[in-house]
């Protein structure tokens, strides 16, 4: 984890070590309480993410690190509620005070509530904007297969394993389709790349759950 924290500060310069090494040590265990999609792999995702966007629009890498690292922590209380619940938490902790002002937090608490694919207004600054997309991870079909296989097995106990794969393609079909409700806000040639190899993926619903029944033996 060292090696990894120090390779990331090189590449991305002026980011507080000290803000850094309590979010890894302090806030990147509670993601644990998480289902895998929401755990911590996906928010040093989404922080990776975040960055690069960050420097493109030479916003604040300590902001747009931090908002990245508390987006999800909510989620395992109530995921219909995760970003408002995510922001309160982030506003209570007293230690993160020390490295921003009371503007800058609440910067950072209206981009954790502005994260979300499904809502319904416009991020209300460009960190939001930038968490935002940065959020629209779709590293490969794999893994968001997996993503939304082991979310539905969380909070979807009742359905059966054949119920458990229809949801995962109307879920993905809902979210990322043709008409999907996932929004990007900014130039992402990643996701673009990604979305179009998971569209053609989905237009085929046969071979879709197919490969959706194999990935998920493997988990």
């Known amino acids: 984890m060292i090696k990894v924290r120090e390779q990331k500060l090189n590449e991305n310069e002026n980011i507080n070590i000290e803000l850094v090494k309590y979010i890894e040590n302090e806030i990147f265990p509670l993601y644990e309480r998480n289902e895998e999609g929401h755990g911590v792999k ?6 990776r993410r975040s960055l690069e966007f960050a420097k493109k629009y030479e916003a604040n890498l300590d902001m747009a690190y931090t908002i990245a690292a508390y987006h999800d922590i909510g989620h395992y209380i109530d995921r219909n509620t995760h970003e408002i619940i ?8 007293e230690k993160i005070k020390q490295w921003f002002t009371d503007e800058q937090r609440n910067i950072i608490k209206e981009a954790i509530e502005d994260h ?13 904007m930038i ?7 779709i590293i490969n079909i794999d893994n968001v297969i997996k993503r939304s296989y082991s979310y539905g097995k969380r909070n979807y106990i009742g359905l059966s394993e054949e119920e458990q794969i229809e949801r995962v393609y109307q879920h993905l079909k809902e979210k ?10 900014l130039e992402d040639k990643e996701f673009d790349e990604a979305l179009k190899k998971l569209r053609e993926a989905l237009s085929n619903k046969e071979e879709f759950i197919k490969k959706a029944k194999r990935v998920v033996k493997t988990m």
Do not use: C, L, Q, W
């Not at 996906?42 to 922080?47: A, C, E, F, L, S």
């Open 42 to 47: 996906h928010i040093k995702t989404v922080i």
């Open 86 to 93: 995510s922001a309160e938490i982030f506003m209570k902790d």
């Open 131 to 137: 968490v935002s997309t940065a959020d629209r991870t």
């Open 116 to 128: 979300r694919a499904s809502s319904n207004h416009k991020p209300r600054s460009i960190y939001g």
């Open 176 to 185: 990322y389709g043709e008409n999907g409700y996932a929004k990007v806000y």
